[in-house]
């Protein structure tokens, strides 16, 4: 069964600095889906990044970024230049291609301080 | 606007009454989702919905009914809900693109239920 796993459940940074997120998540499929997404306070769910596994390209969006490593199935959240809006609950998402059944990760709370 | 919309935001109710959540979107989205969210737990699917009267099983399905007899519309049915199906609940939809590509979900603004 695939998984996904978060091994973090809560992080600080502060603000401007740089913070990693880790994701990790098992798979037996060669081409699938990766997302991170957003929960502010507010609970409403944003996506923030998207990687394509057949992409070696790793994506960037603004201030965040990824660092996909296929062969050791992690896919780490890059946020540069922290600001306090950053602090939310950041979700990471795996989908094989041909399927419709997304697996979300625990969660990482991450919380920027002024 | 685009958006997804649930309704209610909040219920409380009492074990084995027979409760909806609906959810409707805007944006011509084939697939459509239900997700529950418990803390540790992180999102955990429920039903999904590849297309109109297309339906399939989650993660967490126990408990749970779902129907698609309209594009838009995506509602949940708790027949007889019980305490542990107090959480939040997510409603979300996205395009399916050709080649199984995979758009971004859209999600609604959640549904706080609590069953007594």
């Known amino acids: 069964a695939q998984t996904v796993t978060q091994s973090q459940p809560e992080m600080s940074v502060q603000e401007a600095e740089t913070v990693t997120l880790s994701c990790t998540y098992d798979t037996s499929e060669s081409n699938y889906y990766l997302f991170w997404y957003k929960q502010p306070p507010s609970r409403q769910m944003i996506l923030v990044i998207r990687q394509e596994a057949y992409k070696q390209q790793n994506a960037t969006e603004n201030r965040f970024s990824v660092n996909f490593q296929k062969a050791a199935k992690s896919f780490s959240l890059k946020i540069s230049d922290s600001q306090l809006g950053d602090t939310a609950m950041y979700f990471c998402a795996f989908i094989n291609a041909g399927t419709y059944k997304y697996i979300f990760g625990t969660g990482t709370r991450l919380k920027v301080l002024a | 606007e685009a958006q997804v919309t649930q309704n209610p935001r909040y219920l409380i109710t009492v074990t084995g009454k027979k409760l909806t959540v609906t959810c409707s979107q805007n944006?011509?989205?084939?697939?459509m989702s239900w997700y529950r969210q418990d803390p540790g737990l992180g999102l955990r699917q429920i039903y999904y919905s590849m297309n109109v009267e297309v339906t399939d099983k989650g993660d967490v399905p126990e408990g749970y009914k779902v129907s698609r007899k309209e594009k838009r519309n995506f509602p949940l049915i708790l027949e007889s809900p019980s305490p542990n199906q107090t959480s939040l609940y997510f409603c979300?939809?996205?395009?399916?693109?050709?080649?199984?590509?995979?758009?971004?979900?859209?999600f609604g603004p959640g549904t706080r239920l609590t069953v007594l």
């Open positions: 944006m011509n989205h084939e697939y």
């Open positions: 979300a939809s996205s395009l399916i693109r050709d080649r199984g590509g995979y758009n971004e979900q859209f």
